[in-house]
Structure formats: C-alpha cells, structure tokens
C-alpha cells in the first residue's frame, strides 16, 4: 500500500476530506496542486505554532536592540524566551536584550478590568530600569479579546518618551498558524521601521538579508561569505538584527531572501515602495550556495564581483572538501524525510543531495501553496476567511523609490537568475517522493512505517516520537543544540552531525544480547 | 551575559522579567500524561499546546503527546464548543484513547466556554471518558494547573463507593524519578498505594525501537476510580496537591493530609512515620541503613557546606523541600524565591528558617529570575540551585550552579532521579559538594591545589 492510502484509509471522512488534498506523490513535469494555509484539524495533533510564534517567536524576538514587551498571561513570553538559539552578540552600543524576557504578565483583574494600565506601567518601568530606544509590544489571545488597544498605548509611549514603540496585534487565535503572525510582524516593520534613517552611507554593493534569524549562527556563516566577496550588508531580518540597521534597509541594492514564507511581503513591498529587486538564495548546501553567490554576483554584474565570487567558491570548496567526503562516504544512499517550516524542507534537500542523501518526503508546517508550487500560483489563491483577517498593506512608491537595473536588465535577470521567482520545492523532487502539508502525528508514525526513511528532519516535538521507532530524529529548527548549517563550514558540521545521529554505537545495543541469541 | 541588568533595585508592579514560573495549562498537560491512556487536550489555539509538548519534551527529553481544538477567530467569536466536540471524535477516531483529558487555556476562559455542558452534551463512545478543568493562564501558575488537572480527574471519575484498603497518594509536581523512589519507599514500608497522577514509565520510557503513544504505566481509571473509596490520601506538596486533597475530601469523605514534598531528611523522616502509622510495620532495616549512608555523607563533607551562601528558586513545594535540606546540610540560604504567587510560600519558608540559627533570608513569592539576579549583585551567593534559566545568573555573576526543579532543559539524564527520599537527599549532597569543590579547585592558587580533599 502507498502512503497516502496508508494514512488516509485510517481517518474518519471528516477527516479524509479535510487531509486528502495535503498528501501528494511527485510526478516528474506535472502541475501538482496542493492544499496548504487551511485551517488544522480540532484533536489532530499538528506541529503547528500560533500567530504570536511567529510574529514575536520569529521576526520580532530576534531583534536585540528592542525591549519585546509580551502582553499577556506568562506562558508565551515564558516560552518564546531563548527556546529557538536566534543568537545574537550586542550591538556597537552594547545593547542587547536578547537574554531577557518582558511579560506583562497579566492577573484575573487585568483580564476584568482591561490590561492598558498594567501595560503603560510594564512600559514606565522598562524605562526607568533599561532606558531602550526601542520597544515593541507583541499581544497574546486574552489581549485582542477584551480589547486592550496596544497601538493606543505604543503611540502614547512614543510622545511621552520620545522613543520607537511599535504594537502587534498578533493574537495566537488569529490565521491558521505562525504564518499570520511572521505577516503581521512584517507588516509592522514596513510602517513603521523600514525607511525611517536616511542619515550616513551604506556603502557599495549593498544587500539586505531577509529570512535569516541566526539559528545556530547561520547568519554569520552566510554574512562573513559575503562580506568575503565584497558585499556590505545594510540589515538582516532579523536574526542577530537590530531596528536600527532596519531603518536604513530601503537603501540597499537588492534583497535577498532565505526564508520565503516568513519574509516574502516585505521584499514584496519594498519592491512596490524603493525599488529594491529581491532574489531567491539559498546558503544551505554547497552547490546552492555556489549558485546563490553566482546569481548575485551576476545581478551586480562587475566583472571583478564575478571573478571575486568564483576565487571564493573556490577557495571555500577547497577547505571544507575532504571533511565533506569523508561524510559523504558514510551517507552516500541513505533516505532522508523533512518536515520544517520555512523554506527548509527545500533548502536542506540540496544539502543532503551534496551527501548523496535522497529525500523521500517532505513538507512545511506553514507554508502556502507558492512554497510547494512556485510563486506563479498566487494570483490564483482563493482568500479564505482566515487569511482575510491578515491586513494587506497598500504600499505605494516611496520619493525614495530607486530602479537599480534599466527594464531590459531586468527582464533578462528574471530569465536568467530567476529574479523575484520562487519556484517551489515540489518540482525540485524526485519522481515517486511525497509531499505532505501540515504532516500530523499520525502520519508521522505512518510515514516512517511505510517509508522507512533512515533519518528524519523535524522538531523536538517529533523527535522522541520517531527515535523511539528506532529512527534517528535530528531537529531542523534548533539544529540539535549545533550549528550553523549554512555556509560551507555549515555543510561540515551538519555532516558531521548526521554521521554521528545515524551511526551512534548505543543504536546497535537497544536488542540485549540475550534476546538476540534468542531470535538467532 | 545580562549586561543590562542594574544593581540598583527599582520595584515593579508591571513588568515582569524574566519569570520564574510559566503558565497553569503546561501543568495540567503533564498532570495528564501521569494517566494511562489519557490524551491531553487543550482548549484553545494551537499555539499553546505547541509550546507545552516542546516544553515538556525539552525537561524530559521524551515524546509529549497532546492535543488541541486548534480556535480560529471564529471560534473565538462564537464560542469552541464545536471545535471540542469535533476533537473528541477524531482523538477517539484517530489516537483512540480511554480518557481525553482537557484543560482550558486563557483563551477560551476569556471567551467564557462553558466546559461542564459542553461535556454532558457529547456523544461519548461505551467505556470511553472525557474529563475537564479550569486552568486561566492569568491565575497562579504551571503548579496550580497540575492541581487542577488532578482535582478534575477526581471530579468525574472518583467512586466513593469503590471501597478500597489501599491509601491514596497525590505525588505532586515531580519527576518519574522521584514517582519510582516513592514507590520503592512506599513498598519497604508495606503500604499499597493508589499513585495520581504517576508519570513514570510514560516519561522516562525505555529505548525498545518501538513507539507507543500510550505506554504501560501511569494511574489506570480503575485506581481513579478506587482513589474515591481508599482509606486515607497523603498530598504531596502543599501547593500542587492542595486542590485535589480537597476534592477528595468533599466529594468522597475522603481523609487527605497535606504535606511537604519528601525531601531532606526530617521531611523524609516524617514521611516514613507517617507511612509507619498506616501500615503498623516499623521502618525495614533497609530504609534505616540507607538514612545512615546519608547522614555519614553529610558528615563527612559537611565543611564543604558549611555557611555557604545559596540562593534557591522555582516551584513553592520544591523550593521548600531543597530549603529544608539546604539547611540540613549546613548551608545559609539568604535568597529563597519562587514565580508562583501565594504569600503562603513566604510563611512556609519563614518557619523552616526559624529551626536553624542562620542569618535572615530575602523570601519571596510572585518573584522572577530579573529580581533575584539583582539580590545577588547586592550580596553575592556561593552557589544557585534551580532551573536552567538560572545559569544566565550563574554565568553573569561566575557563581556555581546545581539545577533542581521544573524546567530543566539543557542537562540530560535529570528526571530519572528522585529528590525526594534519603537517595535524593544524598544525591543532592553529592551534587551540590561537588559543585563547591569544582569551583574551589579551579580558583585555587596551583599551591593550594589538593588531591585530598
């Protein structure tokens, strides 16, 4: 039986209705629709998070020079408090917040009587003892219930001490996961961040790092690749970021995204408002590292950039080559399946090819249908009630606004280098290998009965759930306490990690010995 | 390492930073998963439970199974009574558990979600139970909700009728390690118990290559249903035990005692005396010889202990039990505090204090970890013991740090050992002489460097 059969053959017809357009097998040279961006099933267990996961999980709580106030109950801020290794080392000024954990932590009367007052003083106090420039203030469900206005509050902060405040209202209730939130954090900083410091030079050859949050020092290993080449990087969004460099974001040259999902409408309205073209990179893997570089440097189009970028690769390839071989002898052939969010379950496959490893399945928490099926499908999405609620700036051209390329550059970039394209994951997988949207626990267990991958990429909620199946887990979102995986000395270390996930000695000693010779 | 944390203390009655607590529903999911065949379920959105199973599964670096009824806006507007009645069918469809167990979140307490007659009026399959509590994020904490789950499985399923001669136990908010040394006290001493909720087995569970979402073990709904008709109840832990105690009492005539966790030697002490009265057999050799070992260790290591200044954080019943031993062991506990509010807490540590001829101490309730690092940068400690998110202090004020209590997310192997009992007392000794004599050796001068110690 195949796996779709597998899992859908055990739920209920509610179910089935809800599951069968999630599951699809890969067929080479087909358009493959996919249902994504639904609402989960009530008692399915999914791995999904919530709005405020991913407004202040993700972009927001990144940033360090901001004091991120959560107004609300404990729990959230509790458990967004450095649970997802977005390092950061402080600023030139030598703040940083990351450490700390700010929670309005609101009582029964505060939910009674309304939470203003408690955040006014959360935010008096914050002053008194940090004195930021910044806070932002990001809401949990209880907020948007009884109707604190936040944004009241923030622009009131703003007059009375003459700092940035900005409010989110990103209520866990809202969307149908994290997604809803990563928009409206996006959106926040487009009003209110981006554009905002015209003072100083960014100097040559800028870009803009979106979708990258510094996981395991990721960020770094990519920024040092570029800074390598020649590039000067104006701001990432947003991990070891800060609102200050965000603020100076709108002059950079070109915008270039790791994580599509999380991060695409800002590069999308800073196109409409600045200008700035985006493009597609990816820095997880040697060869779409190599590309990614190439691809900028060809943007640019200096020749020297070009013969520079190549001098790199080179250079790079060099060093990190025989620890990628040694690795690669030990993996060549072993199946893989991934379920992260993002744009991970694309990116890690080009990694895991560099290992000769083969992917059997994948799927994002997350995603939207352009994430599996390349962005030419968006004009083709059906709004749903739950995406409706997500406010879609109208952004309009800034005076500011700055075409880089002449239209006719532009154009042969689009052809060339896939300039502003995604093109999805789904097409990069192999015939007969399975996407799945929102693969819940049931299905996990299923897939790794019916597919027995050798290893699966996923979180820590699954990880014990697999390894106990006897099949080595290795989280993708937190990189098992390691990293950074991006980047060439990234490619090592996830080698070298998944060399030691497969083959540690105590996976051959969960039969006791007894029990084998009495099987033998 | 918290380099914008000032010395200079300013009171606060609206931020909280850095929180020494999190928030009731995490509790009643790991309450929970101490039932066999139980599925947790949060009422409310996705996100909470997300972050709970991560919490969970990062303290006990096992699977955490639980589900959610997944609000949307809609939901929030009109009410989640036909999101739970949804979940309930595909959880029994799907997962097929005995009991779902569900517990509320900030989010549906807000909206005013009516649980009671949102289960009466579920179509439930035969032998199949849905059971429930309240547990309003923006009231007490994690502690408090474990209470409440516990009290809710009591509230629908306990039978005063079911006469039982075993006793019944509340073992509090604590770890499989400590569930199995309390059995193993409780079977030298010859006492049948009735354990709610019991986590061991469902989160300490062997590596056999086979995955099972329900595993053997845990508090089966016969033994909930027999704790309604048992002889007596010992509650574990003042705070987390206190509402089921209560409920047990109430609901089913039920003799409850309320007492401190087990831990240290006078709380063990008691303990076993306390067992000795209900079974009428003396304490086994065994049990005495290991007391023995214990006090020799104290003994033997007590100038490593002695008037070492120790700061002592997390949970009210597990920071009274470590203050109980830290004073045994002759150590000056001068900050003790806790995330839970409750000013009892306070009381409680005041009286164990007062027993020991030591210095005052700064206690307090409704406390975070901001707070506490700035006592320390006013008096320094020789040692932290409490949860992971200490080690920030300890890396920023280079103190030594011995972890205890719940969450401890970046040491392995923790949960699989009790605190409570004569071997927890011992194994906290030994850690935390350990983590005194390690730091004495590396800030010795090479001259002072002694291979006998």
């Not at chain 1, 009587?113 to 106090?125: N, Q, S, T, V």
């Not at chain 1, 699954?462 to 950074?484: E, F, M, N």
């Amino acid at each position: 039986m195949d796996f779709k059969s597998a899992v859908l053959g055990k739920y209920n017809a509610r179910i089935y209705k809800s599951r069968k357009d999630h599951i699809i097998e890969v067929k080479e040279g087909q358009a493959q629709p996919i249902a994504a961006n639904t609402r989960a099933i009530p008692g399915i267990m999914t791995n999904r998070g919530c709005c405020y996961a991913g407004c202040k999980g993700v972009v927001v709580g990144p940033l360090k020079d901001t004091c991120v106030i959560t107004h609300g109950p404990i729990g959230c801020g509790f458990y967004s408090w450095g649970t997802r290794r977005n390092k950061a080392r402080p600023d030139a000024d030598g703040s940083n917040y990351i450490q700390y954990c700010f929670s309005t932590d609101m009582q029964e009367p505060d939910i009674v009587f309304g939470g203003e007052k408690k955040l006014k003083k959360a935010i008096a106090e914050v002053m008194a003892i940090f004195k930021p420039k910044r806070i932002m203030i990001c809401s949990t469900c209880p907020v948007g219930l009884i109707g604190d206005d936040i944004h009241a509050v923030a622009s009131q902060a703003e007059k009375d001490y003459g700092i940035t405040c900005v409010a989110f209202s990103c209520e866990g209730y809202k969307g149908v996961s994290q997604s809803a939130g990563h928009h409206i954090a996006n959106n926040g900083l487009m009003k209110r961040i981006i554009g905002s410091d015209d003072s100083g030079s960014v100097g040559h050859h800028t870009v803009n790092l979106l979708g990258e949050y510094n996981i395991g020092g990721d960020g770094w290993e990519t920024e040092r690749l570029l800074k390598k080449i020649g590039y000067n990087i104006v701001s990432v969004f947003t991990g070891d970021g800060s609102l200050a460099d965000i603020a100076r974001s709108h002059r950079a040259d070109i915008n270039l995204i790791q994580c599509h999902r999380s991060i695409n409408y800002v590069a999308e309205m800073m196109k409409t408002a600045f200008g700035i073209n985006w493009l597609k990179v990816n820095f997880i893997g040697l060869k779409a590292i190599a590309q990614s570089l190439r691809d900028l440097a060809t943007y640019f189009g200096d020749s020297w950039l070009i013969e520079r970028t190549e001098e790199v690769i080179n250079e790079e390839v060099l060093e990190v080559s025989p620890a990628i071989a040694t690795y690669k002898e030990r993996l060549n052939g072993k199946t893989a399946a991934i379920f992260v969010g993002g744009s991970r379950s694309h990116h890690y496959q080009d990694l895991l090819l560099d290992f000769g490893v083969t992917t059997v399945l994948a799927g994002y928490e997350f995603a939207h249908r352009d994430d599996y099926e390349g962005r030419e499908v968006i004009p083709t999405i059906k709004e749903d009630a739950d995406s409706k609620n997500i406010e879609n700036l109208v952004i309009e051209p800034d005076r500011r606004y700055r075409a880089f390329l002449t239209p006719q550059r532009y154009q042969e970039l689009k052809e060339t280098i896939g300039l502003e394209d995604y093109s999805g994951m789904t097409r990069h997988m192999a015939e007969g290998s399975w996407v799945v949207d929102d693969l819940n626990h049931f299905e996990t267990e299923e897939m790794i009965r019916v597919l027995k991958p050798d290893v699966f990429f996923s979180g820590v909620k699954d990880k014990y759930v697999v390894q106990k199946a006897g099949v080595v887990c290795r989280q993708l979102h937190s990189y098992d306490y390691s990293g950074p995986y991006a980047g060439y000395q990234g490619a090592v270390n996830f080698g070298r990690d998944l060399t030691m996930g497969l083959f540690a000695p105590a996976w051959k000693m969960i039969t006791p010995p007894w029990r084998e010779a009495k099987n033998a | 390492m918290l380099d914008q944390t000032p010395k200079e203390i300013i009171s606060r009655s609206g931020v909280c930073v850095n929180p020494m607590k999190t928030c009731q529903p995490v509790g009643a999911l790991y309450a929970a998963l101490g039932v066999h065949k139980c599925l947790p379920h949060s009422h409310g959105s996705q996100g909470c439970v997300s972050y709970h199973r991560t919490l969970l599964t990062r303290h006990f670096k096992e699977p955490a199974v639980a589900s959610s009824s997944s609000f949307t806006e809609g939901a929030s507007v009109f009410g989640g009574g036909a999101n739970l009645k949804q979940s309930v069918k595909n959880i029994f469809d799907v997962y097929n558990p005995d009991i779902i167990a569900v517990h509320t979140t900030c989010l549906s307490e807000t909206i005013g979600d009516d649980l009671n007659s949102f289960i009466l009026d579920l179509d439930l399959p035969d032998g199949k139970y849905v059971v429930h509590c309240n547990t309003p994020s923006y009231v007490g904490s994690h502690v408090t909700g474990f209470g409440q789950m516990v009290a809710g499985f009591i509230k629908y399923l306990a039978k005063k009728e079911e006469k039982s001669d075993r006793i019944g136990i509340f073992p509090g908010f604590v770890n499989p390690g400590d569930i199995r040394e309390l059995k193993r006290l409780l079977k030298l001493m010859g006492v049948s118990a009735i354990l709610l909720p019991d986590p061991s087995d469902a989160l300490d569970g062997p590596m056999t290559g086979i995955y099972e979402m329900f595993p053997e073990g845990g508090c089966g709904l016969p033994e909930i249903r027999a704790i309604g008709g048992v002889r007596q109840a010992l509650a574990l832990g003042t705070l987390a035990s206190k509402e089921p105690a209560l409920v047990l009492k109430s609901q089913c005539g039920v003799e409850t005692a309320l007492i401190p966790q087990p831990m240290g030697v006078a709380n063990t002490d008691a303990f076993l005396r306390r067992l000795m009265d209900i079974s009428g057999q003396p304490v086994p050799k065994e049990l005495e010889l290991e007391r023995g070992r214990l006090i020799d260790l104290m003994l033997d290591a007590n100038q490593y202990f002695y008037q070492k200044k120790v700061a002592i954080f997390g949970d009210p019943d597990t920071v009274t039990g470590l203050l109980s031993m830290a004073l045994e062991l002759g150590l000056f506990p001068i900050y003790v505090a806790t995330g839970t509010p409750g000013e009892a807490f306070v009381k409680q540590c005041q009286d164990i204090i007062a027993q020991y001829d030591v210095p005052e101490a700064k206690i307090k309730a409704s406390s975070d970890l901001f707070e506490l690092h700035q006592w320390i940068k006013n008096e320094r400690v020789d040692l932290l013991i409490g949860t992971s998110y200490g080690k920030q202090i300890a890396k920023a004020e280079d103190i030594p740090m011995v972890r205890a209590g719940f969450p401890i997310l970046d040491r392995y192997g923790h949960a699989y050992h009790p605190l409570i009992g004569y071997h927890g007392a011992r194994r906290l000794a030994e850690l935390v002489a350990g983590a005194l004599m390690d730091r004495y050796d590396r800030d010795c001068a090479d001259e002072d460097l002694d291979v006998v110690m």
